[in-house]
């Protein structure tokens, strides 16, 4: 009888655990404050979204991983939302962006997380691996090829080239006066959600959301094709296990450029192509994506 109800309390903790409501947190790196939400308990997963978003893209996935018994926490990146919003180019580098993920880490108690990532947040997600290999368990990329593949399809593939002048722009001066909330948000589909985007956009930093692509997308095309220095001089293996989704319906980053990823990885290379899905892989295949992310780490727990 004892036994029983013993197991019965370990039970419900689980399940109370899983249905905790979401926790703001902070985790600072060189006096910058990065806010990220937590929630569940188990493995930490370190979630990485992109432009334009917020850590609320990750709810769905959020909630999947809880049930399955993970701990889940998303970040707003710096210069988004919640999180501080340092002034210039040089704050957008992407070893201070490596630098946030493992702030947010180290604040959890962890000295090793999975790491999944979406647009800019796959960009950093790579990073984070070549960078810090032994903190990086398991790497989910949405989207972003590896830089080797990236650079490969601008140096060769007009498709990728011609998808890659919307970056361009966002590289000059002035680019975000562009800018609004509401325009940011207007990908967002689901009429219940965006509002919360555009009060997330209100709250950012619209410079800052330009210095991503300044300080960190390669310049130029064809045999001219430059990556920022800091990325040229970064080993590019991956030691981790990964899980790339791309969804084919991408005109921002074409799906070529993930051919020949498994080169640069120790662990297994799992690669699944979505075909009516388009850049927001994660809400345009939100079923899929979220079974195929619980599976996946399931089978590598």
């Known amino acids: 009888m ?19 409501a979401p926790t703001d947190k ?6 910058v404050k990065i806010h990220y939400v937590v929630e569940g308990e188990g493995p930490l997963v370190v979630m ?31 210069g988004y939302n919640l999180s501080d919003k340092p002034q210039g180019v040089a704050a957008y580098a992407m070893p201070n962006l490596v630098g946030d993920v493992a702030a947010v880490v180290a604040a959890e108690g962890q000295k090793k997380a999975i790491v999944i990532g979406h647009d800019w947040g796959a960009a950093i997600a790579w990073q984070v691996a070549f960078n810090l290999p032994d903190m990086v368990d398991k790497l989910v990329i949405m989207s972003v090829p590896h830089p080797a593949g990236m650079a490969r399809e601008l140096a060769t593939n007009k498709a990728q080239q011609e998808g890659s002048n919307y970056a361009r722009n966002f590289q000059k ?41 300044r300080a960190n997308y390669p310049r130029g095309t064809g045999a001219d094709v430059q990556a920022p220095v800091a990325a040229a001089q970064t080993p590019q293996r991956v030691k981790a296990p990964v899980l790339v989704i791309h969804g084919m319906k991408d005109t921002a980053l074409n799906a070529a450029g993930h051919s020949g990823t ?37 089978e590598r727990r």
């Open 2 to 20: 004892l036994r029983w109800v013993m197991a019965l309390a370990a039970a419900f903790a689980v399940a109370s655990a899983a249905n905790a």
């Open 26 to 31: 902070y985790a600072t790196n060189n006096g």
């Open 48 to 78: 990485i979204h992109g432009f334009p978003d917020y850590w609320a893209t990750w709810k769905p996935l959020m909630a999947e991983l809880n049930k399955a018994g993970y701990r889940t926490a998303a970040l707003d990146l710096r």
């Open 173 to 213: 001066e002035g680019s975000e006066k562009m800018l609004t909330a509401e325009g940011l948000a207007g990908w967002v589909r689901d009429p219940a959600a965006k509002p919360g985007y555009v009060e997330a956009f209100k709250r950012s930093d619209f410079a800052a959301m330009m210095n991503y692509y």
């Open 262 to 298: 498994w080169d640069y990885v120790d662990g297994d290379t799992t690669i699944l192509m979505v075909p009516k899905a388009g850049h927001f892989v994660q809400h345009d295949a939100q079923e899929l994506v979220d079974v195929t992310v619980r599976d996946w780490l399931n």
